[in-house]
């Protein structure tokens, strides 16, 4: 009868635990930046850092001034993602196109922030159904990046503190 007891126990851990986030290698390009991120009535300011290595990998960090990220996106160029962090609530690991309404906006920033490579200078809006993405390049160095929620009124928006020279994807 024991046995019966301690059975749902052995599959506990698995539903814990943690999904996998996706293999990371060492930035060729780290560029500190500020953020403003407003999801609901709630609006946070502080630092990131966007940093992406020769394969196209992103990663972005939000942080308010402590040691640790509150949110850390982790964007592969085959489109997974990963969303961690404080900020983030539950964390998500997965297709760009599976990732919870809460996290969108993260994934319209990668989508913008790549599309930013493409762009000649000047202010760009590009229009989905889901967000709209302004960007903003001068001297072929991005300067702003603002994704916002078509339909949640999220908004997120990165300016480097220094031009980020020569965004091309894959520097």
Not at 52 to 62: A, C, I, P, Q
Request: hydrophobic fraction near 40%.
């Amino acid at each position: 009868m024991r046995f019966f007891f301690l059975l749902p126990l052995l599959f506990l851990p698995a539903c814990a635990t943690p999904p996998v986030a996706p293999k990371w290698t060492p930035p060729v390009s780290s560029f500190p930046a500020s953020f403003c991120w407003r999801q609901g009535k709630t609006t946070v300011a502080g630092d990131a850092d966007i940093a992406w290595d020769r394969s196209g990998n992103l990663s972005l960090h939000l942080t308010k001034g402590l040691p640790a990220p509150i949110l850390t996106l982790n964007a592969l160029n085959d489109g997974r993602l990963s969303i961690s962090g404080p900020a983030a609530g539950r964390p998500f690991c997965g297709p760009s196109s599976a990732v919870p309404p809460r996290l969108a906006i993260f994934a319209a920033f990668n989508s913008a922030w790549r599309t930013a490579a493409t762009l000649g200078d000047g202010r760009r809006e590009i229009h989905s159904p889901a967000y709209r993405a302004v960007i903003l390049k001068k001297t072929g160095a991005v300067r702003e990046v603002s994704t916002s929620s078509t339909d949640s009124g999220a908004l997120l928006i990165i300016v480097p503190r220094n031009a980020v020279p020569g965004r091309r994807g894959s520097d």
